[in-house]
């Protein structure tokens, strides 16, 4: 079981910054892939970074350029600075991580969310 804790949300004007953090603990050591999704009101939950265990990034087009993935390996934390925020970007952050079975089944483990709020 791995549990992950968000923190870093808040209101902030357009064009502003904001840095995430999920602080993951349990069965750290066996987490493959961490990173974030959001999901705004009425809109399905999406991807916005994610990084694996080899050091690789992904990022959805809409906040590449903008938004940077890092991790402290030894503080099992993963961070998101998200810079040139926009209106759009308004929604619940989740921290997702998900680790592989012995069997190679997908585990996922969601954090309870954070709010990101920008304003025009």
């Known amino acids: 079981q791995v549990q992950l804790v968000e923190s870093g949300g808040g209101l902030v004007q357009s064009g502003g910054s904001l840095r995430l953090s999920c602080a993951a603990s349990?069965?750290?050591?066996?987490?493959?892939?961490i990173g974030w999704y959001r999901q705004a009101p009425g809109k399905q939950r999406e991807l916005v970074a994610t990084?694996?265990?080899?050091?690789?990034?992904n990022y959805a087009d809409s906040v590449k350029g903008r938004f940077t993935i890092s991790r402290d390996n030894a503080k099992n934390t993963v961070y998101l600075q998200m810079n040139s925020l926009k209106p759009e970007d308004t929604a619940v952050y989740y921290c997702?991580?998900?680790?592989?079975?012995?069997?190679?089944?997908?585990?996922?483990?969601w954090g309870q969310g954070t709010q990101v709020t920008v304003s025009s």
């Open positions: 997702y991580a998900h680790r592989l079975s012995a069997l190679g089944s997908v585990l996922p483990s």
């Open positions: 990084t694996s265990s080899g050091g690789s990034t």
């Open positions: 349990g069965r750290t050591s066996t987490i493959n892939t």
